[in-house]
């Protein structure tokens, strides 16, 4: 945080007075105070393990600042001080500046002039003033933020390397522009924090938009996918579809299988205090629902379950290739700090791996130069063609985009913007997410029909065969879920007014489910929370054939629910 450890009574440990995340680009007793804090907490031995954090193997990447980018933090800070950019920065860009010209006549004529007043020798040239508007002096500041950052960046590396840790080191973990892009060009490893329906306030008046991130092309996935650098460790450190919005079951399986589609190495969804043992702790935020702690959302928790079955254990598999976006240095910097790889681009991460190369580096196995973006004008349209055309994605993939429809190369997952409704199919998991699903829908050993409401349904083998020959299935079904007696200032409940308190409601949600294959017999038993496997709701023999009613169990309403078969020989 800004305050870091710097403690006193009247220091807001997550407020901004004390601007550590700006002044340690230039302020040398800014990084000292950084460096104490990681001497006292990953250089002293822990007790339990009889190790250093920073010399213990389970340690394999450290963030040493979090979302400290300097343009990021200057929206932070902008408020309070009036101006765009920290003025403490400029005698290190006039600095800048003095290395890359000869003297005040040779700057301005590379600016086409100066304001009165600014003169290099004397260091007194400005920052730029908006983060927009291109020109020289904000095409320079850019090569500077490039520069500052890297310099940090091998200078906090070092200082672990000092402290003897030889894992990872990868700052930088959001804003996802061209400018940052750079910055992490030569980082060992990029990390990257995402979200869908963000807030930045838990005080009453904060709004969502509830939007669905099917309907948006999962675009929260594909901006982090677009600032990869391939080639190395990838990881989202943060990714969170946000409470109360209606439609969260969806990030069980968008980020999950998305994540696996490109060939990322982890994902961690954000939130204090992941897990609970009871609904009634002491500590208030886990005590309901809110906004980045979701241990007692059973929305989330299912979802973190789907995510473990489809990335974790491996279930989706990763594209044969990725389509590299090329960057030309400094020449690739835009008429703003806010220059961003195409939007019209991104959804190719629906489709294959993408991320960001250069014609210097080392072309890692996979990467494609005969689909390379060299130009980001070319459309996606075109690209998709390059792709076939190069035997890359099959000629019967069913990628519309102007229709809203996108098929992984892999031919494992489906995602359907004007449907809001996103399939993924492998031989050990098939799941849905869907906004309604009236009519049968078959993925392949799965059919499913008639929902009552929204949600997310998953079926998976666990019992280490494939999910046609499995005797042990785990079946999840998400819907929604909210506090009691949450209050809004809206009819559309987007703006809230009291989080509400316990017992968290779950929506309930019936849908019909039909399974292939024959039985000798079958049983459903709902499964708590806590993994406790519960009286049977439907058993039989044959095609199984039932209608799921999450709230149906007597132990309560539940997400979870074990199904076990004996199959007939064939």
Same mark, same amino acid.
């Given at each position: 945080?800004?305050?870091?450890? @710097?403690?006193?009574?009247?220091?807001?440990?997550?407020?901004?007075?004390?601007?550590?995340?700006?002044?340690?680009?230039?302020?040398?007793?800014?990084?000292?105070?950084?460096?104490?804090?990681?001497?006292?907490?990953?250089?002293?031995?822990?007790?339990?393990?009889?190790?250093?954090?920073?010399?213990?193997?389970?340690?394999?990447?450290?963030?040493?600042?979090?979302?400290?980018?300097?343009?990021?933090?200057?929206?932070?800070?902008?408020?309070?001080?009036?101006?765009?950019?920290?003025?403490?920065?400029?005698?290190?860009?006039?600095?800048?500046?003095?290395?890359?010209?000869?003297?005040?006549?040779?700057?301005?004529?590379?600016?086409?002039?100066?304001?009165?007043?600014?003169?290099?020798?004397?260091?007194?040239?400005?920052?730029?003033?908006?983060?927009?508007?291109?020109?020289?002096?904000?095409?320079?500041?850019?090569?500077?933020?490039?520069?500052?950052?890297?310099?940090?960046?091998?200078?906090?590396?070092?200082?672990?390397?000092?402290?003897?840790?030889?894992?990872?080191?990868?700052?930088?973990?959001?804003?996802?522009?061209?400018?940052?892009?750079?910055?992490?060009?030569?980082?060992?490893?990029?990390?990257?924090?995402?979200?869908?329906?963000?807030?930045?306030?838990?005080?009453?008046?904060?709004?969502?938009?509830?939007?669905?991130?099917?309907?948006?092309?999962?675009?929260?996935?594909?901006?982090?996918?677009?600032?990869?650098?391939?080639?190395?460790?990838?990881?989202?450190?943060?990714?969170?579809?946000?409470?109360?919005?209606?439609?969260?079951?969806?990030?069980?399986?968008?980020?999950?299988?998305?994540?696996?589609?490109?060939?990322?190495?982890?994902?961690?969804?954000?939130?204090?205090?992941? @897990?609970?043992?009871?609904?009634?702790?002491?500590?208030?935020?886990?005590?309901?629902?809110?906004?980045?702690?979701?241990?007692?959302?059973?929305?989330?928790?299912?979802?973190?379950?789907?995510?473990?079955?489809?990335?974790?254990?491996?279930?989706?598999?990763?594209?044969?290739?990725?389509?590299?976006?090329?960057?030309?240095?400094?020449? !690739?910097?835009?008429? !703003?700090?806010?220059?961003?790889?195409?939007?019209?681009?991104?959804?190719?991460?629906?489709?294959?791996?993408?991320?960001?190369?250069?014609?210097?580096?080392?072309?890692?196995?996979?990467?494609?130069?005969?689909?390379?973006?060299?130009?980001?004008?070319? !459309?996606?349209?075109?690209?998709?063609?390059?792709?076939?055309?190069?035997?890359?994605?099959?000629?019967?993939?069913?990628?519309?985009?102007?229709?809203?429809?996108?098929?992984?190369?892999?031919?494992?997952?489906?995602?359907?913007?004007?449907?809001?409704?996103?399939?993924?199919?492998?031989?050990?998991?098939?799941?849905?997410?869907?906004?309604?699903?009236?009519?049968?829908?078959?993925?392949?050993?799965?059919?499913?029909?008639?929902?009552?409401?929204?949600? @997310?349904?998953?079926?998976?083998?666990?019992?280490?065969?494939?999910? %046609?020959?499995?005797? %042990?299935?785990?079946?999840?079904?998400?819907?929604?879920?909210?506090?009691?007696?949450?209050?809004?200032?809206? %009819?559309?409940?987007?703006?809230?007014?009291?989080?509400?308190?316990?017992?968290?409601?779950?929506?309930?949600?019936?849908?019909?489910?039909?399974?292939?294959?024959?039985?000798? !017999?079958?049983?459903?038993?709902?499964?708590?929370?806590?993994?406790?496997?519960?009286?049977?709701?439907?058993?039989?023999?044959?095609?199984?054939?039932?209608?799921?009613?999450?709230?149906?169990?007597?132990?309560?309403?539940?997400?979870?629910?074990?199904?076990?078969?004996?199959?007939?020989?064939?």
């Amino acid at each position: 945080s800004e305050s870091g450890a @710097l403690g006193g009574k009247d220091i807001d440990r997550w407020g901004v007075d004390g601007n550590l995340k700006r002044r340690i680009y230039v302020d040398d007793a800014a990084f000292d105070h950084w460096l104490r804090f990681q001497k006292e907490v990953f250089a002293t031995v822990n007790p339990y393990t009889g190790l250093a954090p920073l010399h213990d193997p389970a340690l394999a990447l450290i963030v040493p600042f979090n979302e400290n980018g300097i343009e990021f933090t200057s929206f932070v800070h902008e408020h309070a001080d009036g101006t765009t950019f920290w003025t403490g920065y400029r005698p290190a860009f006039n600095a800048f500046l003095k290395k890359r010209y000869a003297d005040t006549r040779a700057l301005s004529r590379a600016w086409g002039g100066l304001a009165s007043g600014e003169n290099l020798e004397q260091q007194t040239v400005q920052l730029p003033e908006s983060r927009s508007g291109g020109g020289g002096r904000l095409r320079d500041f850019q090569a500077f933020l490039v520069e500052r950052e890297r310099l940090l960046t091998q200078r906090l590396e070092q200082a672990f390397r000092d402290l003897g840790y030889r894992g990872l080191v990868a700052p930088y973990n959001n804003w996802f522009t061209v400018q940052t892009a750079l910055s992490r060009q030569n980082q060992q490893a990029v990390v990257a924090n995402t979200y869908h329906d963000w807030i930045g306030t838990l005080n009453p008046g904060t709004e969502i938009k509830d939007t669905s991130s099917i309907a948006d092309a999962a675009s929260y996935v594909g901006e982090i996918a677009a600032g990869r650098w391939l080639g190395r460790p990838f990881l989202a450190t943060e990714y969170e579809h946000l409470f109360w919005n209606r439609y969260r079951y969806e990030a069980g399986i968008v980020m999950p299988a998305y994540a696996a589609l490109q060939g990322w190495d982890g994902i961690c969804r954000h939130g204090q205090g992941p @897990l609970t043992l009871a609904f009634d702790e002491a500590a208030p935020f886990r005590q309901r629902i809110i906004p980045y702690t979701f241990a007692v959302d059973p929305v989330a928790r299912a979802g973190e379950t789907v995510a473990s079955l489809l990335f974790r254990r491996g279930d989706v598999e990763t594209a044969a290739f990725n389509v590299p976006f090329m960057m030309q240095g400094e020449t !690739s910097l835009g008429e !703003s700090l806010e220059f961003r790889e195409p939007a019209r681009l991104k959804p190719l991460a629906l489709v294959g791996g993408i991320g960001l190369a250069t014609k210097e580096q080392a072309w890692p196995q996979g990467l494609q130069k005969s689909v390379a973006v060299d130009y980001r004008n070319v !459309s996606l349209d075109n690209v998709l063609q390059r792709l076939k055309g190069a035997e890359l994605v099959p000629q019967d993939n069913a990628t519309d985009p102007s229709q809203g429809f996108f098929e992984s190369a892999t031919g494992q997952i489906m995602l359907d913007r004007n449907r809001q409704r996103m399939q993924v199919v492998t031989p050990e998991t098939e799941a849905i997410a869907f906004a309604e699903l009236r009519d049968p829908v078959t993925l392949s050993e799965l059919s499913l029909g008639n929902a009552e409401a929204r949600g @997310l349904f998953a079926v998976s083998a666990i019992d280490g065969k494939v999910l %046609k020959d499995s005797e %042990k299935l785990l079946v999840i079904f998400a819907s929604d879920a909210r506090n009691s007696d949450m209050r809004f200032r809206d %009819k559309a409940e987007k703006v809230i007014e009291d989080w509400g308190r316990l017992p968290v409601t779950l929506l309930r949600n019936r849908v019909d489910v039909n399974l292939a294959g024959n039985t000798v !017999s079958w049983t459903l038993s709902p499964v708590g929370l806590d993994g406790k496997v519960h009286e049977r709701v439907a058993a039989g023999s044959g095609p199984i054939a039932f209608r799921l009613d999450n709230g149906a169990g007597k132990a309560g309403p539940t997400t979870f629910f074990l199904l076990e078969r004996k199959l007939a020989v064939q």
